[in-house]
């Protein structure tokens, strides 16, 4: 499966973004979904994934309550709402993508989509 993001972007703390994610294939609906990110000078980790169906959602305590994940199987995308950010959120993020399901760990990741910048200045 090949992922494309796309939607980062400069914006200011207390402000909203919308990442989405593009996958090829037609075999979308058996993947679950993350997306993940990488501040520099850091690891790259987990932010948030969603199951196959949309059904299950999982959250980094870091985020949860400002981020919301969705996806739609039907147009193979899966996007990511960034609300309330904050200036500790600029990194560059990632989706991923597991067949069945995608782990929280980075390192057992099956596919990776490239980079998309997200900075937030204060």
């Known amino acids: 499966v090949q992922l494309q993001a796309s939607g980062g972007g400069l914006v200011q703390a207390g402000d909203s973004l919308r990442l989405s994610c593009a996958s090829s294939g037609r075999t979308f609906s058996r993947f679950g979904m993350a997306w993940f990110r990488q501040a520099p000078g850091k690891e790259r980790e987990f932010v948030t994934r969603?199951?196959?169906?949309?059904?299950?959602?999982d959250y980094a305590d870091t985020v949860k309550g400002r981020f919301a994940i969705s996806r739609d199987n039907a147009e193979n995308t899966v996007s990511l709402q960034m609300n309330s950010l904050k200036p500790e959120d600029t990194a560059v993020y990632y989706c991923?993508?597991?067949?069945?399901?995608?782990?929280?760990?980075?390192?057992?990741?099956?596919?990776w989509g490239q980079g998309t910048l997200v900075t937030v200045s204060s």
């Open positions: 991923a993508a597991g067949w069945g399901s995608v782990s929280r760990t980075p390192e057992n990741v099956d596919y």
């Open positions: 969603i199951s196959s169906s949309g059904g299950r959602t």
